[in-house]
């Protein structure tokens, strides 16, 4: 087959993405979104290409394409169900627009099933078309790693198909313009790949948490145990503690793969629900710990100021989705605190607040740490090493009434100690004189049980 138009449903990371690479390809691209001030941002972005055009009107985008590539969010419910109405909505749209020999591609994260069945059966309502004779459906999960500098190209896709010749399709289409492609023998297969490789993070990264905990409880340093460990060649794969886990992949789909198993009386996944339950409550934990360490730090409890470095879920990107920061902020907003946001990556914070649920204050770099009145308290959430740079900067940061709370370590120790700061991260305790240091092991007591 020749691919020479290609449409994406969904103007966000992922297809900003896969416009970049399409059109480096020579393809022409057309976007479809339901948001025009995606679409505007887009037409702006490659405004100086003629082979470009994103719109909110299908009949624009649609009508003369020979692939079609769907990376639309997958969210979650409030109840962590998955909310398929994006994609179901995505489905009805190409009702009227499907033809012969059009390729069809979902790249959103999906559990088991949907492709074949929910997305098929929405498709297919009052058409004569069949798929692997008419037209062709395959699932590539994107791999994208926000922030990440690898080439988008270099990263090997799974591929998928509804049956042989969508699989033949598909493969053909991707090795246009990915340098490896990754067949494998069915679509289930394909949209499980995706659910293992994020539940494996979460799971590990929950692992690391507690073992950090654990750690931290002996006034060990779990990044010393790490270190130790990685010398090992082989068995074992290093990872690392925070405050909790963010984006719209890791937090997000093992709920896919929890809920599925219940869904089809296959039992529960006992170790993913816990290792969710343990990121989740997280950053309440570290709000709980910084609480605990600043009543026992500070004699004088009036004149607090509490600061949170670095909203975004990981450091040196504008995205709030899930972030730590935001349950951390509420919660300290519980205990009637209202923090100041050092937000270096300039975030757009009423995007995740239109309502003003949060109470914070935003403050500029320039008057942070200027008040000698106050005793400051610095939670460094998502592991930006930036602020290495951003307190050397600070002639009148006073170590004295300071207390650096880095779950990440990613202070430096020269920094500790040539400033003389009161630092604590998992197991390290440097310039803070407490004698009964307070246990993360009093906050992990959830049991999972199960009602069926």
Same mark, same amino acid.
């Given at each position: 087959m020749i691919f020479k138009n290609v449409a994406i449903i969904g103007g966000g990371i992922i297809g900003t993405y896969n416009c970049e690479i399409l059109l480096k390809n020579q393809f022409k691209v057309s976007v479809y979104d339901i948001s025009e001030e995606a679409c505007l941002k887009l037409n702006t972005k490659f405004s100086d290409i003629d082979n470009f055009i994103a719109s909110t009107n299908p009949n624009d985008i649609l009508k003369t394409i020979d692939a079609v590539i769907i990376c639309v969010p997958t969210p979650i419910r409030e109840d962590k169900t998955p909310n398929s109405d994006p994609l179901n909505s995505v489905a009805l749209t190409l009702q009227k627009f499907l033809k012969q020999n059009l390729l069809i591609t979902i790249e959103s994260t999906i559990w088991p099933g949907y492709s074949e069945k929910d997305f098929l059966e929405i498709l297919l309502d009052n058409s004569k078309l069949e798929v692997e004779k008419d037209f062709f459906l395959i699932h590539s999960p994107e791999r994208v790693n926000p922030g990440d500098t690898m080439n988008f190209a270099e990263i090997a896709r799974v591929v998928g198909g509804y049956g042989p010749n969508s699989l033949s399709i598909g493969i053909q289409f991707y090795s246009i313009f990915i340098n490896e492609v990754i067949p494998v023998k069915s679509l289930k297969v394909a949209e499980l790949t995706k659910l293992l490789e994020n539940s494996f993070r979460d799971i590990n990264i929950a692992f690391i948490n507690e073992f950090a905990s654990y750690c931290n409880d002996f006034k060990i340093s779990v990044f010393d145990v790490i270190d130790a460990a990685s010398s090992k060649p082989y068995s074992f794969l290093?990872?690392?503690?925070?405050?909790?886990?963010?984006?719209?992949?890791?937090?997000?789909?093992?709920?896919? &793969?929890?809920?599925?198993?219940?869904? /089809?009386?296959?039992?529960? %996944?006992?170790?993913?629900?816990?290792?969710?339950?343990?990121?989740?409550?997280?950053?309440?934990?570290?709000?709980?710990?910084?609480?605990?360490?600043?009543? &026992?730090?500070?004699?004088?409890?009036? /004149?607090?100021?509490?600061? %949170?470095?670095?909203i975004s879920y990981k450091p040196r990107i504008k995205d709030l989705r899930n972030a730590p920061s935001l349950t951390i902020i509420k919660e300290l907003n519980d205990h009637m605190i209202i923090p100041f946001l050092i937000d270096i990556d300039e975030n757009d914070f009423s995007s995740v607040d239109p309502n003003l649920k949060y109470k914070i204050t935003q403050i500029n770099t320039e008057n942070s740490f200027n008040d000698n009145n106050t005793n400051n308290i610095v939670i460094i959430v998502n592991g930006d090493n930036r602020i290495n740079s951003y307190i050397s900067n600070f002639e009148n940061f006073k170590s004295e009434n300071s207390l650096i709370i880095d779950p990440h370590r990613c202070v430096k120790n020269e920094l500790i100690e040539k400033l003389h700061l009161p630092y604590w991260s998992y197991g390290i305790l440097r310039n803070l004189e407490i004698d009964d240091l307070p246990k993360f092991s009093d906050f992990n007591t959830k049991e999972i049980t199960h009602d069926n």
């Open positions: 290093p990872h690392y503690p925070g405050s909790g886990v963010g984006g719209e992949c890791i937090p997000v789909d093992p709920n896919f &793969l929890i809920w599925s198993a219940k869904d /089809n009386d296959i039992g529960h %996944i006992t170790l993913a629900e816990r290792a969710r339950w343990i990121n989740d409550n997280r950053p309440k934990q570290i709000v709980d710990y910084t609480i605990r360490l600043t009543n &026992l730090f500070f004699k004088n409890h009036e /004149n607090l100021k509490f600061f %949170i470095f670095g």
